[in-house]
């Protein structure tokens, strides 16, 4: 099968397009041909070295959707022909991919396979986030990071429609746009304004319950600054760079603030949650509280391309690749 091998750590010239074997699954595994694959950040980790992958050379990707080719021993639920989606399974950056049963849930009709490959990993990062992390509820004050990225979009509609006020930082006029769009109440463009500045002004000085950072080092110290008291500082990725070292005093001196970096796989360690919060993230979509964009779509010969855009903070929403 064609698939995207990476045989050393580099630039988005190390995703190499080539012919790779694929085997057969073993017990509790499926084979699944992939229609879509979803591109996010974990996957430039991963490229780079940042995030250490098991061994090398080693094919990328953690999410895709497509259908069921073969099954393998012990697999219940599931058969051929099945329409499917997956999550936290590395190798999906190919036309197959074998995929744990763990992590594979039936896909509804109404969710295309495009739609399902732009919103497994990042849907239930949100899902989390809002519902498990720090709980949103109505009346609160919010502040996403990167509000028109594909996680800022999600979490940006569903804490709207969990009757938050929604403010979301975003760095152009464009992705302003898409922000209001999707249910931000306040929108903030980080490169003309201090956003933390801002934030204290919509708030009347009281700052937010919570600030969801997937920036990273470009928005630390900053989010803390967005803060009222005892208010919650959750950090789920590294766009811009790691944060650095800080003393944990810090987080007294700003209000006795919580810092967390909560993770996907811990949340998906038990397969009832990966069954119930995917439920959660499909419904949420059928009832039209969160609508996913149309992502942008490259062949998933050009994955380079899409690590380039990604990296250089040039895509709305959603990338997909396709095989």
């Not at 988005?12 to 591109?39: C, H, K, T």
């Not at 463009?189 to 470009?218: L, N, P």
Request: proline content about 6%; overall charge negative; some cysteine.
């Amino acid at each position: 099968m064609k698939a995207i091998h990476i045989h050393s750590h580099g630039d988005p010239d190390v995703l190499i397009f080539e012919d790779v074997s694929i085997r057969q699954p073993n017990a509790g595994e499926i084979l699944v041909r992939n229609r879509a694959i979803g591109v996010n950040f974990v996957d430039t980790y991963l490229r780079s070295g940042a995030f250490a992958p098991p061994c090398m050379p080693f094919i990328p990707g953690k999410e895709g959707a497509g259908e069921v080719l073969a099954i393998g021993e012990g697999v219940h639920g599931f058969a051929p022909g099945d329409r499917v989606a997956y999550v936290e399974t590395l190798g999906a950056y190919a036309e197959e991919c074998v995929v744990p049963m763990h992590f594979l849930v039936h896909l509804p009709d109404t969710i295309d396979y495009e739609t399902a490959a732009a919103v497994m990993l990042k849907g239930l990062t949100a899902q989390y986030l809002l519902r498990r992390t720090f709980r949103v509820e109505a009346g609160q004050m919010v502040l996403v990071q990167a509000a028109a990225g594909g996680v800022g979009i999600i979490l940006t509609q569903w804490a709207k429609h969990l009757g938050a006020t929604v403010i979301g930082t975003v760095g152009s006029p464009e992705k302003a746009e898409i922000a209001r769009q999707n249910g931000c109440d306040h929108v903030i463009d980080y490169r003309k304004e201090d956003f933390a500045a801002r934030v204290k002004e919509i708030t009347a000085g009281e700052g937010c319950h919570v600030v969801y950072d997937g920036v990273g080092k470009a928005t630390f110290p900053g989010s803390l600054d967005c803060l009222r008291p005892f208010g919650y500082f959750v950090s789920f990725g590294s766009a811009s760079g790691t944060i650095p070292p800080f003393d944990i005093m810090l987080l007294l001196e700003k209000g006795s603030l919580f810092a967390t970096y909560p993770g996907l796989t811990m949340h998906l360690a038990r397969r009832e949650d990966v069954l119930t919060m995917s439920q959660e993230l499909f419904d949420a979509i059928a009832s039209g509280a969160v609508k996913i964009p149309p992502p942008t779509r490259l062949p998933l010969a050009e994955a380079a391309e899409a690590h380039r855009r990604l990296e250089a903070r040039q895509t709305i929403g959603a990338t997909v690749l396709l095989p």
